[in-house]
């Protein structure tokens, strides 16, 4: 039951939690939207439609009405709904496109963070394929994240809003995909945001904030995920933080048309309207002594951060093109501008077909409960001691990853891992060949990848289904330290590629190189005591990443502020190896180190 003093956003188990709020949208909004039939997506009643460009946005949950409120007739045909704060999977965003594409071309628009980058980019392929031509949109609004010179590293936050808007509409008219994609892009380059913190959010299941602002203290330029803001600055009332937020963008905005600015002031989830309103009515008088004139703004909730406290100015100077397209009539759960009847009153599709039924899964894949732990031959015993490994060091990991980024590392790699290991139970094999461990491994990474979700669920997924597909032509033969060897240094090849992060960067990398370099040297040893020998290499440069400065991914904008702690993905890859190491030793019996 409900107590009075347990924060909301604690109500829900992790485990169900996207699911449920799924079932509910789409029970509360079914006149407009629907689940997905075989994803985690949400789809428009109003498509597909066939000759339209097909808008599909994305994300981690968390940020409600971005992104599955934000679907709709004249905005998006469909969002792809990941775990909180964590990218969806390619599958799914695949799945999803395919659900709507109505034969010209789709979409993908979402914030830029390296997981969301990955998966869409590899749905993107996975449908370029099969004929389907389908663009990135990447939102980079956040003036925070990196500085005007390189404005494309720069984070997508609220200003995802506008730039959804502007495609949506462009797709309604019966813009083709060149056209739709030039018109995000212009919303894109002309929109920023500037965003302020009081208070920290909780993840779902958890008692703790993921973060927290310092009493009497705002931080100034905080991401959506609580990644840490620019500078931190003294308590400021209302109208000092509407001054602090116009000072920052006013010089940063381009000068286009004629001083029309579209202004969206957007609370990040227990900040009220009316502290919003107080606020909204200094930028207003800010914007207009400044020439500019704010064009139908819109105050209220719009990309949110779980229960964060705090807000964020989004300014979209406007040209007559931008505004007809900001203009536009949509209808979403999240957003509505006068339609005219988009649907007509009383079309209410049936809730009946709805499932509410939690097990409804969108994945082949069985429960780990539901397998055989004696089934799957060795790699399934090695990624099963490997599992064990990070649950035991789950909120450790979470902890190292809210240092630099959002926390989500250690249930994010417990989730995929969980699922890893039900996959290689699953696959159809039961020893040690070459031929079973690949097996066992294109299962289990691909597996990874769809439950993880995230920059690590795309590269430990894509790890693994390389070594794996590196392996499984060999056939019969044992898997010796060579053959390992070449497989893991294909395998950390394709990850670099998809990833852009080499030795040195602070990431996973950093310790996965440590062990391919190892296994590479002993390529004489047998295979316990060289994976030995290589795990406790990888464990040493893990620890060693403390003394890095990240260099990708969302950790990458603290900069300097990022040393101190270990990269949390190079910490549970060195945790996963070393366990599965001591597994397929005491199967192997060897270790003559
Ligand atoms: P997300 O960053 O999407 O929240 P996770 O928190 O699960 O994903 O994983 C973060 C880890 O992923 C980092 O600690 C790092 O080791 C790894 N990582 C992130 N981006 C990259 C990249 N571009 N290349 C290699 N590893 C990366
Ligand atoms: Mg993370």
Redesign the pocket.
Known sequence: MTTVDTPPTTLSDPTTFKQRWVDGLCAAYSRTVRKAPDAFGVLSNASPRPGKVAVIVGGGCGHYPAFAGLVGPGLADAAVVGDV???PSAEQAYRTAKAVDGGAGVVFAYGN????V?HFGLAGRRLAAEGIEARQMIVTDDVASAPAERAADRRGVAGDFFVFKVLGAAAERGDDLDAVMAAGERANEVTRTFGAAFDGCTLPGQTDPLFTVAPGSVELGLGI?GEPGMRTAAAMDAYELADALVDQLLPQVPRIGDGRVAVLLNGLGSTTYEDLFVTYGRVHARLLAAGLTPYRPEVGEFVTSMDMAGLSLTLMPLDDELAALYDAPCETPGFRLPAGGWLASGEVSDAASLTLNVSDSTSSIPALEDTDPDDGGIAAAALTAALAAVTEHEDELGR??AVA?????GQ??VRGMRAAVAAARTAGVSGDTARDVGTALLAAGTALADA??????A??GLLLTETGGRLQPRGDTPVTTAALADAVSAAQAA??E????HPG??????ALDAFTTTLRDRNDDDLTTAWRRAADQARTAAERTADLVPA????ARLGDRGRGSA???????GLMLAAAGEEITTRCGKDTR
């Open positions: 704060f964590t990218s963070y390296a997981g969301d990955m995920h190292l990853d980024a959002d926390g989500d590392h994010g790699i993880a979700g995230g920059a690590s669920g590269l430990f990850v670099t998809l990833g852009g992060a960067d602070k990431t996973m990398v950093d990708v991914g969302r950790a990269d949390p993905g190079a910490t549970s890859l």
